[in-house]
Structures are given as C-alpha cells and as structure tokens.
C-alpha cells in the first residue's frame, strides 16, 4: 500500500470524527526515553510513581501492542490562546470538556474500525490499538517524530498550524505494510526543536510563575501548578498558593503565552468543542466550597476535574479563596478566612470526610492559612 494513496483518506476520515492527523511514527524514541530517564532520576516528577513504573512500555513499546511497526498520531484541538481576563480563578482549558479519554476513545474505535476495513479491501490483515492516556508511552515524542510539529520549550507539543492546544492521541498498528514511509515522514524530534521551533523565544519559560520551566525544553512537575492542582495529594505548600487566584486547576500559562498558538482560531476556525464543553471557564469557589458528594458528581462528573477527586477539588477551593482575600489587604483577608471557617464548620462539623486522608488534607490546608497570611503580611511590610 503506498502511504501517498492512504495519507489523505486518513485526514479525511480523521476529520469526520473532528480528529486532526499529525503524521506516522515509530513506536521506539530512543533519544526521548534517554531524556524520559533523566527526567525520572532527577526526581523531576514529584509524587507521580505511576511514571516510573511506566518506563517498561516506553521502552518496550511491542508490551503495548505486540509487533507495531507505526503508530498513527491523532490530535483534538481544544482550544486556542485566551486572555487571562474575566473572572478568577480559572479553570485550565482542557478540563472544561468533558472527560476527553472517552469521546476520544469512542472516536478512535470508529476511525479504526474504518482503518481495519480500508487495509483489508487491500488484502492487509492489520491490528490496531487506540490510545488516550490509557498506556504508557511517550506520546509527545512521537507526535513530534511525525513531523507536522515540535516539542517546545514549555514541553508541550506544537503543532505549526494548530499551535499545543491539542489533547494527544494514538493508533499503534501492527500488520500494515507500507512503502515509500521514509520520504514523507522525516524525523522532527524534539532536539530539532531549538532550529525549527522556539528558536530564541523563551516567553513561556520568563512567564511560568513558579520557574517551572527552569531548562530548556524540561519541566519540574515539583513546581508546577498543573502538578499540585491535579495530581498531587495531600496539602499543598504554602509557596504555591498565591498562584491559585489565577488558576485554581491546572494552568495554561505557558501555552497562553506561546506565540505558537496566536491566530490558530482565526486561520483555522474555532475548534469544534461545544458539544463537550461541560465546566465554565471559571472555577466557583463558593459553589465548590458548599458542594456534598452529590453536587460533586452532577457539576465534575465525567470531567477531567474528577482526577483531582473531591478532597482535591475542596482543598484548591480554599486555597484559591484565600489567595483571592489575601489580595486587598490583610485586614480583608483575616476576615474572608474567618468566614470560610466558619462556613466549613458550618457544612460539615467535623464528620464531612469519609476517609482519614480527606480529612486530613483539609485540617492541614486550613492550619496553613496563618503561615500564608504572615508570610504575606511580611511581604507587605517590606514594600511599606
Ligand atoms: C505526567 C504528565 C503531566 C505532568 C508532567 C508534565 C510534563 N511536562 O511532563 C503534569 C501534571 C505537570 C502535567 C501538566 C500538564 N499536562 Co500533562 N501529561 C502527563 C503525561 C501523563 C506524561 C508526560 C510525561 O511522560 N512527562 C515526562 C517527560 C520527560 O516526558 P515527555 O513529556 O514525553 O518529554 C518530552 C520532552 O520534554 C522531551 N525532553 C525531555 N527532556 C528533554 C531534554 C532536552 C534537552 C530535550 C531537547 C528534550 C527533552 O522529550 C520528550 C519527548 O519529546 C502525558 C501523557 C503522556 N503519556 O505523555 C500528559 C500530557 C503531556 N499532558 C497534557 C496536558 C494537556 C497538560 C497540561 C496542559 C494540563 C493543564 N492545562 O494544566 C499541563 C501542561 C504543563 C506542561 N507545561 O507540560 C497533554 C499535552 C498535549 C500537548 N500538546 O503537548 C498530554 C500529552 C496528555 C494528552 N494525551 O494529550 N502533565
Ligand atoms: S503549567 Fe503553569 S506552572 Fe506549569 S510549567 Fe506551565 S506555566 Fe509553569
Ligand atoms: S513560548 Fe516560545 S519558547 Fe515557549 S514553547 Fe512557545 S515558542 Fe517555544
């Protein structure tokens, strides 16, 4: 099967399902998993194991889907670069649809099954395995080797049209033989990255708030707010919270500072979400503060806010009101934390939690409010 013939049937076919197609790969990144592991021995990805005991199928991608020879990249577009007005705190662009795994995923299946049909009518009896998050492996280091984009500075992928706000998918395939690939696919990579895409630019880098990005094209999940607003249990510290009055789930700064993904809506349309669209683009604390388990479920379930759980989603919720109190005055903020005691004790007494971790990471957020507010104060003090 000549891949000339196949490429634009896959476009289109991927375009039905609202898909982008990003181009072929190859399951091994050897020179990114080089990076994934000193990546991991630096301690770089705090509290995540799961990404350690990962490191097998990234290395081994046939423990994926045993004998793939491609893996066919796919691309959501969600979103595009948006100005940090309105109201705060935000909710991080991606986590507004609903749960992208699954629509993904139902996608995938559809495009598949289309895919499997079309190589069989060429006498090709192939195997597939869609992927949405659900294995393993290095997806933006094979995003990057098909070609059509780059993983830059802020360690997103970036497409050159589309720009990064894209959620990442794959096709491995096994059994597809194809001719003339290597013409048409040349590597990018990511260590072509500094030549065909962020150049000299470093805004990304100068605008993350907590210096996350502290090497080029490296991140520190330790001090990165999309780690401590979703993934990360327990309490958060004290340094990161005044950053939640922006962002009080994940956080889009650097890509809403990448001018990568200026213009993408106006030269390409808007990214057809509507349909998923699920949570407004602003985090309500006070809802959040009140809700009970079933409040939970009808304005998170099926959303990628689920990840951070209910404890999680409480525990930014105090954090991101305190750090907006705190803003005005100390005076202000002593009361509005008064307040939010009062109105927890209120709520919930002190039986609100099932689990002993749930409770104990709200006790813990709530004792660290005196430790914010005077270091703040300090803050304050200095500038008078
Ligand atoms: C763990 C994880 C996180 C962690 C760690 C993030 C990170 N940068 O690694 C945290 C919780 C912080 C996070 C945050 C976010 N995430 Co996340 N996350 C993942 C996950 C599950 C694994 C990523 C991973 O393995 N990281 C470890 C690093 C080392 O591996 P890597 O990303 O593959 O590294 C590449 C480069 O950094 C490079 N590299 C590494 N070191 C070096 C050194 C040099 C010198 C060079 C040249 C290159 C290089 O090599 C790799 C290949 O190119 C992926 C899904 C997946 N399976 O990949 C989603 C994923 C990366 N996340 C995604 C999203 C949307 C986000 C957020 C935007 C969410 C939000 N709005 O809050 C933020 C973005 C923050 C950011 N700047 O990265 C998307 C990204 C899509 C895209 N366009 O890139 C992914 C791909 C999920 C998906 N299926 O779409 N995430
Ligand atoms: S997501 Fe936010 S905190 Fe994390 S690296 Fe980007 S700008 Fe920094
Ligand atoms: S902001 Fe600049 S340095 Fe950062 S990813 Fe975008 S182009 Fe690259």
Redesign the pocket.
Known sequence: MEWSQLKPLVDEQLETHGLCFLGLAKPN?PE?LA??K??LSEGR?AE?SY?ETGVLPREDPSLVHPGSEFVLLVGFRYGAREKLFGEKPRV????RLKDYHRFMRKKLDAFVDWFSTTAELKGQQISCRPT??SA??????MA?SAGAGF?GK?????HHSYG?F????EVFVSGLNLKKIENLNPSGG??D?AVKGCGSCRRCQVHCPTGA?DE????D?RK?L??WS??HRGPVPVEFWKHFATFAF???I??NVCPKNRGVDERYGLPATSEYIKVGSTFELDKVLAMDQKGYVEMFGGTPLTRAKFVGLKRNAIIASVALASSPSVASAEAAVQRLQEKWKEAYGEQWAREDDSKETIAKTLKAIPEYLSQHRVDRLKIQ
């Open positions: 990144q990114a990076h994934y000193k990546w990805h995540m990404l991080a662009q991606y986590a949405v998050d393993p492996v290095l997806e933006r280091a990057a993983v802020n360690t997103c992928y970036i990064s894209l959620l990442l998918a990511e260590s990255s990005l080029d094209y490296r991140i999940a990165c999309a780690y979703i993934e994940g956080c889009d650097c890509q």
